[in-house]
Every structure is written in structure tokens, then in C-alpha cells.
């Protein structure tokens, strides 16, 4: 009998679901926060009641046999002994200041602790801790399946078959660190013909995290790790310089030791440190020192654990998996400091992976015939998510704005002539990708040749702070033309450095430190916007986009057609593209928009932006 294979990301942040069918492919992953349209769905269930129905309908065999598998959490006494020395003396201070009217930092702290910790409540209160009851009365009431079967996996585990699975290796080194799992927050393997192998290391300590670490960066330098605004911390980082002091104090939180990370003298949140914090009233710049020296002290750290793995197997290929491979930051230089020659990071490597790592665990535990076959040349797909369906476009269409109809070369020439005469396109195609970044599927795409394209797309699209950079999508095969040390970059991973004689063609794509987080775009990965960025390569001489996803600052990327009409309607985008259709606002307002910003910029000193080193 076949047998469908449900993984359920079911921690406190970040759900997600994913299908894979009975030959062991994916069939639909995505994270809850696209469909609830709430950023990162903090303390909602994978497994939505009223959407489950529509997702096994859609995607499973019918009458098929069923696994559900999902991430075990199990609370541990380290977990305790982390819990009592890093949050007990916070909710004391808090208990003894609740009367204030204004909060301590300690005890805002304290109460983001909580939050990100709550996996740790016992089961029967917890609503993500795996039960899958919707998912379950669904499967019984509505399937009926014949068997049905729940499998739970290690939280590190379902992240590493999520990574490595993913990959294009057949055997490599497999790191996965973040902010917590069961008893640790790093944990490696040893990936080989489609089998994982867990390296038999001395654990880091349950309270060195070096997530953990940068979540409480982020809040030092005034942003919300709550809300995933550890993006703010990276993007900063470029305008401040190393700060020794500032280095010490970090360091004395946390520090390496062949092979692992240990606890420091000092309390995660001392008075030192709390003394760093910004007020959110203060400029964002006022943060840039900390964002700076502790990026550099994050990359220290990965480049040593890194390296450290790599004289353990002797291995070429990485594989990063885990929150802290969303560093895109310190993903561009692993490759030149740690002695690997190739690395891997998946689209979703945080914990709306483990969806899809734990389903194909529960798959493979099956099959493990099939585990060496099944690994690729290429990697992954990240176009897993929901499509628009066509009768909701042509409903749009008929009823509310209008449209014309474009298909093929004619469509590709028609946007691209637009984005190189100033227009924001919305880029909406196929299916939804898979993790947290646009890939040309939910995209909002802007000439890059514009100096002053980033200020514009920040003051007037995507409303966040002008310090915000945006990424280039790139031709592979001028990937090697604009960035030294070129890497392919399917899932906008990593960052490079931009050439510097190529730095003035596209400033818009180029951060003030002269990196850009790149997406390397072939056409066997994604036709369409593969025709697109070669169209605006056939018109302009560049062969990139600069493409961010399709949302507002603080919401996730849009849904529903619903959703991506309230976005291109209540903000500065031009023009707005679903499969073969184009709709259209005024005519070169994006442009003019575009040059009135930089008058008013000139005439005030108001938001301008360092230029690139070496442009």
C-alpha cells in the first residue's frame, strides 16, 4: 500500500507543513506564516484546522497509507539548569520593578526569553507540541486512510535532513547550529550516500547558543528578534567599525573550544552590555559599532566550528543547516576560511525546515533502499509553496483592475522595458518558494543601474529603514564577471563582494561594504524569470535584478491574490505581474518618484547613503 508522509514543523516559532508523496519527492512545503499572514506564526499549529482538508486533497494519493512525523523537544535537565542561570535572575528583577511604569531592560529581555522558550512547557499545554490533532482528526474524518502512523525526530536531526537532503552532495560535512534544540544548540554529522551519521563530539553547553547570542544582539541594538529582525543586525553591521571593547564583553558570553561552544564568565545580558542597548528613539546608526563587532565575533565563531569540522572529516563539501545558516553574511566567506571547497544552504534552513527534514526522515526510516538514489546533481527546488489559481485572476480581471494579456517574449520584453524606465514590478509566478526569501516567485523587481533606486524602494514600497540593503538576482553565467570568488547561490544565501570595476553599473544592489546577498538564477531552475533578467540583459546591458520579496516591512511575503492586490495598491509599486497578466498604475511614476526623492535627499542631507568601497 503507499504511503503519504506529513512533516509537521511544530515548535514555538516559525510552523510549517510539508507533503511528501509515496516515490519520496516533495509535493508542498510551507511555512503557516504565509497562510495565517502573520509574521513567523509565534504559538500557531502547523496544522491548521480549517486548511488541512483542502492540503490532503490537493496533494496526497487518496486512500493511500499516512505517516505524520514531527520535531520531539523534549525538556531536559540541561535545558533547566539553562533556563534557571539565564532567565531566574531577569524574572526576579522584573518581580521586583513590575511596579514601574516603565519596564527594566532586564525584564523586557526576560520576557522575550520566555516567549522563545516555550517550547520547554509541558506537553499538554503547549498548542505545537506535536500532538497534530487537527491534522490527525482530518486524516481520519475526511482521508480515510487505512493506516495511520505518528513518528517523532530530534530537532538537530530533522534540520540536518533537511539540509543535507537538499543538497547536491553525495557525501559531506554537516554542521547545524541555532538557538536551542534538545539539549544543545550545535550538533554535526557525517552525511554519506543519503545516510546521516551523527559525529561523536563532546556537546556544546545547553546555554552557549549562538543564536541565542545574536537574538540578544538584536535586541541591544534596539530591534525585535520576536519578529525575525536579526536581517536589521546584518544590514547595519557594514556602517560601524570593530569596537574592541564592545568584542571583549561579547566574547566573555561565549567562546570556542575545539570543536564546541562554551559558556563565558559573563551573564548573557550584564550591565556592560545593557548599557550598549539603543533606545528606539535613537537613529539605528547609533547601533552600528555593536552590529559590526558582533558580526564579526558570529563569523569568528562559525569560521572556527567550521573549520574545526573540516579537519575532523577531511571532507570538501559543507552543509549549513539550522537559524544560524541564515547569516547570509557569514555564509559568503566559510568557503575561503575553513578549507571547504563547496558549500550548501537550503531555502529554509530555520525551523520551517524541519517540516520537510522530519517528513523525509519518516520516509527514509521506510525506504532506506533509496536514500543513496535519491540525492541529485542540482540542488533542491524551493518552489514548493501555494500558486494563485487562474479563476481568481480572471475573476481580478473581469471585476475589479484592469489588465492586458502578455505571454512568452512579448511579456518579458514589456516588463523589462518597464523596470529599466524606473517601474517597481511586482513579479508574482507559479508557486510560492519555500523559506523565508523571494526567488523569483513572489518578488518585487527594480532597475539596479538607479543610485537612488534603495531609497526609494525603502521610503515608498517597502516602508523600513534606510539603512536596508537589497539583493541582486543574477545570470550564472555572469555570476564570475560581477563578484570575486564567485559561488552559485540558488536560495540568496550567501553574500559576495562585488568587483569593483562593476560596482558603479548597479549601485542600487551594491551595500555600502561592497557586498550584495545574490541569487545565481538558471534557466533549468526557473525558466521565467530566468527570460526576464536575460530580457533586461538584452535592453540595458545587465544581465541582474534587484529583487526583494513581495511584502511589507513586519508582514510575511503575500498569500493570496487578495493579499498581493492590497500590497501593490497601497504602496509605491508601478506595475504588477500574475502568470501571463500585467496590470498597470500611471505611467512613469515610479520613475518620477524615484527622482523627486533624490531632490528632496539633495536639498536636505536627509538619508543619504555611504557609497560602496571601491566605487
Known amino acids: 500500500m503507499p504511503r503519504n508522509y506529513i512533516g509537521l514543523a511544530n515548535t514555538c516559532h516559525d510552523p510549517a507543513l510539508a507533503i511528501v508523496g509515496p516515490d519520496g519527492r516533495v509535493r508542498f512545503a510551507e511555512a503557516a506564516e504565509r497562510y495565517l499572514q502573520n509574521k513567523r506564526a509565534w504559538h500557531s499549529p502547523p496544522d491548521d484546522l480549517l486548511r488541512s482538508a483542502r492540503l490532503l486533497e490537493d496533494h496526497c494519493d487518496e486512500a493511500a497509507d499516512l505517516t505524520v512525523a514531527t520535531t520531539w523537544r523534549k525538556p531536559t535537565l540541561a535545558a533547566g539548569r539553562f533556563l534557571a542561570r539565564t532567565l531566574m535572575p531577569l524574572q526576579r528583577d522584573m518581580a521586583l520593578r513590575f511596579g514601574r511604569r516603565k519596564m527594566t531592560a532586564e525584564a523586557e529581555w526576560w520576557l522575550h526569553q520566555q516567549l522563545l522558550n516555550a517550547q520547554f512547557i509541558d506537553a499538554g499545554m503547549n498548542p505545537n507540541s506535536g500532538d497534530s490533532l487537527a491534522f490527525q482528526n482530518h486524516v481520519r474524518r475526511l482521508h480515510q486512510a487505512p493506516d495511520t502512523t505518528r513518528r517523532a525526530y530530534y530537532h538537530h536531526l530533522t534540520h540536518a535532513a533537511a539540509a543535507c537532503y537538499t543538497s547536491p552532495f553525495r557525501q559531506a560535512a554537516c554542521i547545524v547550529i541555532d538557538g536551542y ?350 527570460d526576464l533578467i536575460s530580457a533586461f540583459h538584452d535592453q540595458t546591458g545587465v544581465p541582474l535584478l534587484l529583487n526583494t520579496s513581495f511584502n511589507l516591512m513586519g508582514k510575511p511575503i503575500v498569500h493570496t491574490l487578495e493579499d498581493a492586490i492590497s500590497v501593490y495598491l497601497t504602496c509605491g509599486m508601478d506595475a504588477l505581474v500574475i502568470g501571463d497578466r500585467l496590470f498597470q498604475k500611471a505611467p512613469g511614476a515610479g520613475a518620477e518618484a524615484q527622482d523627486r526623492d533624490a531632490a528632496a535627499r539633495g536639498a536636505s542631507g536627509v538619508g543619504r547613503t555611504p557609497a560602496p568601497a571601491g566605487a
Open 181 to 530: 534544540g534538545e539539549d544543545t544548540a550545535l550538533a554535526y554529522y557525517h552525511f554519506k550516500d543519503g545516510e546521516l551519521i551523527p559525529l561523536p563530539v563532546k556537546k556544546s553547553a545547553a546555554n552557549a547558543s549562538l543564536g541565542f547570542f545574536y537574538s540578544a544582539v538584536c535586541w541591544l541594538a534596539g530591534f525585535d528578534p520576536n519578529k525575525g529582525e536579526e536581517w536589521k543586525v546584518m544590514g547595519l553591521a557594514p556602517y560601524g567599525k570593530f569596537d574592541e571593547n564592545i568584542y571583549q564583553l561579547l566574547k566573555a558570553t561565549v567562546r570556542y573550544e575545539e570543536g564546541r561552544l562554551v559558556p563565558g564568565k559573563a551573564r548573557w545580558l550584564g550591565p556592560e552590555l545593557l548599557a550598549l542597548r539603543r533606545d528606539p528613539s535613537q537613529s539605528p546608526l547609533t547601533a552600528a559599532d555593536l552590529a559590526y563587532t558582533a558580526q564579526h565575533y558570529f563569523c569568528e565563531l562559525m569560521t572556527q566550528l567550521c573549520a574545526w569540522l573540516q579537519r575532523r572529516t577531511g571532507l570538501e563539501n559543507l552543509v549549513v543547516g539550522g537559524g544560524c545558516a541564515l547569516n547570509s553574511a557569514c555564509n559568503g566567506g566559510l568557503l575561503a576560511d575553513t578549507g571547504f571547497e563547496r558549500l550548501h544552504v537550503y531555502a529554509a534552513p530555520g525551523d520551517d525546515g524541519n517540516a520537510l527534514g522530519a517528513a523525509w526522515l519518516a520516509y527514509f526510516d521506510d525506504h532506506p533502499e533509496r536514500r543513496a538514489d535519491f540525492v541529485t546533481d542540482e540542488p533542491h527546488t524551493a518552489y514548493l509553496g501555494t500558486e494563485i489559481s487562474e479563476p481568481n485572476i480572471a475573476n481580478l480581471c473581469r471585476y475589479g483592475l484592469p489588465s492586458v494579456e502578455l505571454r512568452g517574449p512579448e511579456l518579458y520584453r514589456k516588463v523589462a522595458g518597464l523596470i529599466a524606465d524606473g517601474a517597481v514590478v511586482g513579479w508574482i509566478q507559479g508557486r510560492a518558494e519555500f523559506g523565508p526569501r523571494a526567488l523569483g516567485n513572489r518578488s518585487i523587481l527594480a532597475d539596479p543601474r538607479r543610485a537612488n533606486v534603495k531609497e526609494h524602494l525603502n521610503a515608498n514600497v517597502k516602508f523600513r529603514e534606510e539603512f536596508r540593503p537589497f539583493a541582486p538576482s543574477i545570470l550564472h553565467e555572469h555570476g564570475d564577471e560581477y563578484f570575486e570568488r564567485y559561488q552559485e547561490t540558488p536560495y540568496m544565501e550567501r553574500a559576495l563582494t562585488f568587483r569593483s570595476h562593476v560596482r558603479d553599473r548597479v549601485p542600487g544592489v551594491v551595500h555600502v561594504d561592497g557586498t550584495g546577498r545574490l541569487q545565481t538564477v538558471k534557466r533549468a531552475w526557473n525558466p521565467r524569470f530566468h
